[in-house]
């Protein structure tokens, strides 16, 4: 789910504004299956956002290009399709395209791990697709768009140059909001929220000790989320953005507050 707390550092605080998200990952491998039953569930539950999560793919970490999967990425036709059946039960979209690895090398790479064997290929890959997707965004009317998730070694300082051409050309193409949506470990070193709307992160905090038996006292687990409240808030007042939550989730099923 995504929560948009209120924007802070303003002479006049914005009204408080609390967007009810939830993330709903375009996985299915048929092209014409319709997503349209899942968000009425979403409508029905009172989300006012939906984020559409299509999925694109590198072979493994040190790859350079990233393209459709001939079976996991959905097509175009989908997601505009999707949209549109989003916007038909009244809720607001996020265009959310994530990076996935289709053949990893080691089970410990992931999209924030990537390196690049050329950086430079790789940066004129990831435009393409991030203009392209910018320009469908932009066509139907998509509220807000994530210009990357969790891409914890690539959107540090030694990248911004990159990410200030990338979402500059991205601002030619689509009106809208921009985020990005930076790792729970790692959101402290994103080197690119000032070029966006919304301070964006992905929200698996641990609430508590792994060596702490189950189960967790729900006044501890609240004692938890308010700590991480005050130091998110603190955070993004530095940052002058809204805090957008693009994901939040823990599994039913014992440890997942400590190992989410």
């Not at 040190?62 to 009244?90: C, K, M, Q, W, Y």
């Not at 929220?193 to 060596?211: E, I, K, Q, V």
Request: overall charge positive.
């Amino acid at each position: 789910g995504g929560l948009l707390l209120p924007q802070l550092g303003h002479a006049a605080p914005a009204p408080r504004k609390l967007e009810r998200g939830v993330a709903l990952g375009l996985f299915h491998e048929d092209p014409l299956w319709s997503y349209r039953g899942l968000l009425k569930e979403l409508a029905d539950l009172s989300a006012s956002h939906v984020s559409l999560v299509p999925a694109y793919y590198q072979e493994h970490a040190g790859s350079t290009e990233i393209g459709s999967h001939p079976r996991f990425s959905v097509p175009d036709e989908t997601i505009r399709r999707t949209i549109g059946e989003a916007h038909a039960l009244g809720l607001q979209v996020l265009l959310f395209p994530i990076v996935r690895l289709a053949q990893p090398r080691r089970d410990s790479e992931w999209r924030g791990t990537l390196q690049p064997a050329d950086r430079k290929a790789w940066w004129q890959s990831y435009e393409r697709l991030t203009l392209h997707l910018a320009k469908l965004a932009q066509q139907h009317k998509v509220a807000q768009f994530s210009v990357g998730s969790e891409l914890s070694t690539l959107d540090g300082e030694r990248d911004r140059p990159d990410w200030e051409r990338l979402v500059g050309k991205v601002r030619g193409l689509y009106q809208g909001r921009l985020t990005y949506s930076g790792n729970w470990d790692h959101y402290d070193k994103v080197a690119l929220y000032d070029l966006c709307d919304t301070a964006g992160m992905c929200a698996y905090f641990p609430l508590a000790s792994r060596l702490q038996p189950p189960p967790v006292p729900v006044e501890d687990l609240a004692a938890a989320w308010h700590k991480k409240k005050v130091e998110l808030l603190a955070f993004v007042k530095k940052q002058n953005r809204p805090l957008l939550l693009t994901e939040v989730g823990y599994l039913s099923q014992r440890g997942a507050v400590a190992w989410p």
